[in-house]
């Protein structure tokens, strides 16, 4: 290669770097807007700026911003022609989880931990003490430094408050 071509080629590519850091956020978001997906969303940013890097000295004095969300675009609806449906329909729902279903289990487990996450330290460690370890009240309250009336009254603001937060109670008694 020639040098004239090198320093061409160095100096549109500083070019395109400061586009990508100065419009980079917005595309991002308009890529975001068609896919809903934050990775799906790089992947297709990525993919229009691979497409339009090519082109760059063409295109860097007329609107490269909006050639390259015409390129964004482009490039998702073709991904959205080639994705295989494999969902189909139906009438009826399917039946509900069966009996030593993991993925349901570990849906339940998420679920409890994200609501006992959301009670006040004391009450958690509460629930955890009685409910999750099997304790007596005078146990908890020893191991808390509490009174046995102050564990009755944290553990049932907490039920209380697990009740309202979690979907299915009658799901934690399986």
């Given at each position: 290669m020639n040098r004239r071509y090198e320093d061409g080629m160095r100096s549109g590519w500083t070019e395109f770097e400061e586009f990508v850091a100065q419009c980079g956020?917005?595309?991002?978001?308009?890529?975001?807007?068609?896919?809903?997906d934050r990775y799906l969303a790089e992947d297709l940013l990525q993919s229009a700026l691979a497409r339009s890097w090519p082109k760059w000295r063409r295109i860097r004095d007329d609107h490269p911003e909006a050639y390259v969300?015409?390129?964004?675009?482009?490039?998702?609806?073709?991904?959205?022609?080639?994705r295989w449906?494999?969902?189909?329909?139906?009438e009826s729902l399917p039946e509900?989880?069966?009996?030593g279903d993991r993925y349901g289990e570990v849906d339940l487990e998420r679920t409890v931990r994200q609501a006992l996450r959301r009670l006040p330290?004391?009450?958690r460690a509460v629930v955890v003490l009685r409910y999750l370890e099997d304790r007596s009240v005078e146990e908890t309250a020893a191991l808390l430094d509490c009174s046995a009336g102050t564990v009755r009254s944290?553990?049932?603001k907490a039920l209380r408050t697990l009740r309202g937060t979690l979907p299915h109670p009658a799901g934690l008694l399986r």
């Open positions: 956020p917005r595309l991002l978001r308009s890529a975001w807007l068609l896919t809903g969300r015409r390129v964004m675009i482009n490039v998702h609806a073709s991904w959205w022609r080639r449906r494999g969902e189909v329909p139906h509900l989880a069966v009996p330290a004391r009450q944290q553990s049932a």
